[in-house]
């Protein structure tokens, strides 16, 4: 069975681009392949990735499932889905990128999850690991798709707000008992030391809980003006050098989780 890494937190903290970084980093050492999982449908993993994608799952699913869709002589409709959802699949090199897609409608999604858990269970046996980025909020692993995650990653930037954030994601985990195998915290985008405030300051004290908590911080990565370009130009973090200070503290991370 894969590896699962679900990476999580609030808007704006980098955590797509951080999840580009990590399956950058296990393609890099030999871990291939790997399946990237687009589950925010503000969904952006594949300009990180540096790929394009045609259909998303839901498009797949409210194609087949649609008033006035029938399936094939002999075929099951909850089978057509599923290889219909094939097509949505993008193949690059060393990986493949599944992107789960917006959804309009209340409670529309839930049928779409569903299928979803079960194509990601057949399909994920190819793979070596499953990289899953999650939406900014919460929602999407309170429909328990990413449940079953042996590694959940919170990011947060160095502000109080943030963390208190991640602090919320990882309570809604254990509530739902997703039982990861570990979770863990990783600062983004920081300056240098001045950005961590010492013992006695609130951000300290919300580092403090959340370890008590048991999501312990794994590292930080520091602001890399050279992702930022990247951004900016719309390239895949596959085109970084190998020595941005990025990918390198992701790589030490990724050493302590011996992934």
Same mark, same amino acid.
């Given at each position: 069975?894969?590896?699962?890494?679900?990476?999580?937190?609030?808007?704006?903290?980098?955590?797509?681009?951080?999840?580009?970084?990590?399956?950058?980093?296990?393609?890099?050492?030999?871990?291939?392949?790997?399946?990237?999982?687009?589950?925010?449908?503000?969904?952006?993993?594949?300009?990180?990735?540096?790929?394009?994608?045609?259909?998303?799952?839901?498009?797949?699913?409210?194609?087949?499932?649609?008033?006035?869709?029938?399936?094939?002589?002999?075929?099951?409709?909850?089978?057509?889905?599923?290889?219909?959802?094939?097509?949505? &699949?993008?193949? !690059?090199? /060393?990986?493949?990128? *599944?992107?789960?897609? +917006?959804?309009? %409608? $209340?409670?529309?999604?839930?049928? =779409?999850?569903?299928?979803?858990?079960?194509?990601?269970?057949?399909?994920?046996?190819?793979?070596?690991?499953?990289?899953?980025?999650?939406?900014?909020?919460?929602?999407?692993?309170?429909?328990?798709?990413?449940?079953?995650?042996?590694?959940?990653?919170?990011?947060?930037?160095?502000?109080?707000?943030?963390?208190?954030?991640?602090?919320?994601?990882?309570?809604?985990?254990?509530? &739902?008992?997703? !039982?990861? /195998?570990?979770?863990? *915290?990783?600062?983004? +985008?920081?300056? %240098? $030391?001045?950005?961590?405030?010492? =013992?006695?300051?609130?951000?300290?004290?919300?580092?403090?809980?959340?370890?008590?908590?048991?999501?312990?911080?794994?590292?930080?990565?520091?602001?890399?003006?050279?992702?930022?370009?990247?951004?900016?130009?719309?390239?895949?973090?596959?085109?970084?050098?190998?020595?941005?200070?990025?990918?390198?503290?992701?790589?030490?991370?990724?050493?302590?989780?011996?992934?």
């Amino acid at each position: 069975m894969p590896r699962t890494i679900a990476v999580a937190g609030k808007g704006g903290t980098g955590k797509t681009t951080l999840a580009a970084m990590i399956t950058a980093y296990l393609l890099k050492i030999g871990k291939r392949p790997v399946l990237a999982v687009d589950a925010d449908p503000n969904a952006n993993f594949n300009e990180a990735l540096g790929v394009e994608y045609d259909t998303t799952v839901v498009d797949t699913v409210d194609e087949v499932m649609g008033d006035g869709a029938t399936a094939q002589a002999g075929v099951a409709k909850r089978q057509l889905v599923e290889y219909s959802m094939h097509d949505a &699949l993008v193949e !690059s090199k /060393g990986f493949d990128l *599944l992107v789960m897609g +917006r959804t309009e %409608g $209340p409670g529309c999604y839930c049928h =779409a999850n569903d299928l979803l858990r079960g194509f990601l269970e057949k399909l994920a046996g190819g793979y070596s690991h499953v990289v899953m980025d999650n939406e900014a909020g919460m929602e999407h692993l309170s429909r328990r798709t990413t449940r079953d995650v042996d590694v959940l990653l919170m990011v947060a930037n160095a502000t109080v707000t943030a963390v208190r954030s991640a602090g919320r994601i990882h309570e809604i985990a254990q509530k &739902l008992k997703l !039982s990861p /195998g570990s979770s863990h *915290l990783i600062l983004n +985008r920081l300056n %240098g $030391p001045a950005d961590l405030p010492g =013992a006695g300051t609130a951000f300290a004290a919300e580092l403090e809980k959340l370890e008590a908590a048991g999501l312990s911080l794994l590292g930080e990565v520091p602001y890399d003006e050279q992702v930022v370009m990247c951004g900016m130009e719309a390239k895949g973090v596959d085109e970084l050098p190998e020595d941005a200070p990025a990918l390198r503290a992701i790589a030490e991370m990724m050493e302590k989780l011996n992934l």
